[in-house]
Each structure stands twice: as structure tokens, then as C-alpha cells.
């Protein structure tokens, strides 16, 4: 079974930063596209990133661009979320997931494995 566990998160006021990060146990990390993911209270759950098995391709959701940084550090067996310049709206539960898919369209990737969540608080 593959487990995931999200870390990182916590309440910090707007303009503030966090990093998440998404760590792997009983499974390495390098075969595996890592998505995150975020869900709002009474919102669909919604894409937030993705990085290629490889790390080399990534992709954001146009409200995150330019403020999130998605990596990964296959040797420690951990995707990394950098969140800078937060937002209010940003707040929600991060989830990250994993699952095999083309190292060129990793958001296109069926996650079949999921974390259980992190809560992020943008608030001031």
C-alpha cells in the first residue's frame, strides 16, 4: 500500500509563505508523477500542481502561478510545495497523490494514491 504524508502546514497571514511537503513510505517516489491538491470548505476539490517523475515538467493552476513552486528531492523520497505572497483564498486542506502517468503531461496522470491532507490557513 502507498502512503503519503502531507507536512507544512499551519495558519500564516497574507503575503506570508509555507512550504508543504508531500513525503512517501513503503514506496519510492521516483516512479511516480506527484500531484497537490486543495479543497475548500463547501468548493470542489481542486488541482493545484504537478511534477513529472523526473521533475521535468511541472504545472500550476493559473491562480497559483508565478507564487507556488512544486520540486521534488527523489532522495529524500519528498515533494516539496513552495508557497510565497499567500492569499486568503489560498486557504484549504493540501493533499498530495501520486500515480503513474507520462513524464510530459503529469497532470494528466490518474492519482490512484492520496495523502490525508494538510490544512493551510491564510488569515490575518
Known amino acids: 500500500q502507498l502512503q503519503l504524508v502531507e507536512s507544512g502546514g499551519g495558519l500564516v497571514q497574507p503575503g506570508g509563505s509555507l512550504t508543504l511537503a508531500c513525503a512517501a513510505s513503503?514506496?519510492?517516489?521516483?516512479?511516480?508523477?506527484i500531484g497537490w491538491f486543495r479543497q475548500a470548505p463547501g468548493k470542489r476539490r481542486e488541482r493545484v500542481s504537478c511534477?513529472?517523475?523526473?521533475?521535468?515538467?511541472?504545472n500550476y493552476a493559473d491562480s497559483v502561478k508565478g507564487r507556488f513552486t512544486i520540486s521534488r528531492d527523489n532522495a529524500k523520497n519528498t515533494v516539496l510545495l513552495q508557497m510565497n505572497s499567500l492569499k486568503p483564498e489560498d486557504t484549504a486542506i493540501y493533499y498530495c497523490?501520486?500515480?503513474?502517468?507520462?513524464?510530459?503531461?503529469?497532470?494528466?496522470?490518474?492519482?490512484?494514491?492520496w495523502g490525508q491532507g494538510t490544512q493551510v490557513t491564510v488569515s490575518s
Open positions: 511534477i513529472s517523475r523526473t521533475g521535468g515538467s511541472t
Open positions: 513503503g514506496f519510492t517516489l521516483d516512479y511516480y508523477n
Open positions: 497523490a501520486a500515480g503513474r502517468g507520462s513524464i510530459l503531461t503529469p497532470c494528466q496522470t490518474t492519482f490512484g494514491s
